[in-house]
């Protein structure tokens, strides 16, 4: 079974950046799809970007693009989400998730905090 794990998260201040990375572990060569995902409190799950390693296709939420770049290392198996020019309405809990194309996603992180003061 695959697991995630993400780190980087933090305290920042708007205009700030941060680096979060996804480590997975286990039978990694199912993996084809990976995603960023946020929750910020009282609001529902929301993409924030999404790569499929078989298309090569990235995607982004409208709220990001220019702002935040997703990335993959070598491998395919870790992922990463630089975040600049971060705002106050970034501030969430992003998770990791993984799946076999873009829009199906079996495996969750447990989260990592970002919270943006302004």
């Known amino acids: 079974q695959v697991q995630l794990e993400e780190s980087g998260g933090g305290t920042v201040q708007a205009g700030d950046s941060l680096r979060l990375t996804c480590s997975t572990f286990?039978?990694?060569?199912?993996?084809?799809?990976m995603a960023w995902f946020r929750q910020a409190p009282g609001k529902d799950r929301e993409l924030v970007a999404a790569n499929s390693r078989s298309s090569g296709n990235t995607v982004y939420a409208d709220s990001v693009k220019g702002r935040f770049t997703l990335s993959r290392d070598n491998s395919k198996t870790m992922l990463f989400l630089q975040m600049d020019s971060l705002k106050p309405e970034d501030t969430a809990v992003y998770y990791c998730?993984?799946?076999?194309?873009?829009?199906?996603?079996?495996?969750w992180g447990q989260g990592t905090q970002v919270t943006v003061s302004s």
């Open positions: 286990g039978p990694t060569f199912s993996i084809n799809a």
């Open positions: 998730a993984t799946g076999q194309y873009l829009g199906a996603y079996g495996y």
